[in-house]
């Protein structure tokens, strides 16, 4: 029998984890170790599960003419900047439909969070306004996925730090991981990214964590086959 869609997601988190560590202890043994959990995603792979779990779910769609691009073959031309390497492009018929970028993070969430955010903001603004302008055809999704590692530090709540005008207040004693889950939804409603999905990740033993279901798994799964309706592009609605 085939595995569920709950297994294929563990299995991918699995990997997530075990190449973490196996990096980590590579690091160490070699005497180049860096600090925090940084030697965990300088390596290449910890990410591949994912990225092999997001394709077989395209394949499943039924879409026909598919070519699927990663890493400086998902290269798209940008507004702001001349281009811009994914961690995934699908293109069908010859033409770009979906791109997808992996990020995740375990440790240092007060240092990095807002760093990632900016980082995705800026590429998925990039890639619209190219779009915009007559560089790439206005049927591409965006689609952008989230892990945390959870630890006691990305669970507890942490106080908000505003000069003028006050914070949201969703964002009120919301941890660190609240915090990522909440932006992953707010991109998506807005139209920034197509599908988001956001998902914390617990080690010894492996288990995962979805707080919203707008921004999980099968939300992500379903709008993925929605994007291939009829095994035929749909063009998402323009913000």
Not at 1 to 25: F, I, K, N, S, Y
Not at 95 to 100: D, I
Not at 131 to 157: D, H, W
């Amino acid at each position: 029998m085939g595995q569920t869609a709950e297994q294929r997601v563990q299995l991918a988190l699995e990997h997530w984890v075990r190449v973490r560590r196996e990096q980590q202890e590579k690091s160490r043994a070699g005497g180049h170790a860096q600090g925090g959990n940084r030697s965990a995603v300088t390596g290449a792979g910890h990410l591949d599960g994912l990225n092999a779990l997001i394709v077989d779910e395209i394949q499943s769609t039924g879409a026909s003419d598919l070519e699927i691009r990663t890493n400086r073959k998902a290269t798209l031309p940008g507004y702001y900047r001349p281009s811009k390497a994914w961690d995934l492009l699908v293109l069908q018929q010859g033409c770009p439909v979906l791109v997808v970028e992996y990020k995740s993070m375990k440790g240092s969430e007060g240092k990095n969070l807002n760093n990632r955010a900016d980082e995705i903001f800026g590429m998925a603004e990039d890639l619209r306004q190219a779009e915009l302008n007559g560089r790439l055809m206005r049927n591409l999704r965006r689609a952008y996925v989230f892990v945390m590692g959870l630890t006691p530090e990305s669970l507890e709540p942490v106080e908000v730090q505003t000069a003028f005008g006050g914070a949201d207040p969703i964002f009120d004693g919301r941890s660190y991981f609240q915090r990522a889950v909440i932006m992953c939804r707010r991109m998506r409603e807005s139209g920034l990214f197509h599908l988001t999905w956001a998902v914390g990740v617990r080690e010894d033993p492996v288990s995962w964590y979805e707080p919203d279901p707008d921004v999980g798994w099968q939300r992500f799964a379903a709008d993925l086959h929605g994007a291939f309706g009829g095994s035929v592009p749909i063009p998402p609605e323009v913000p």
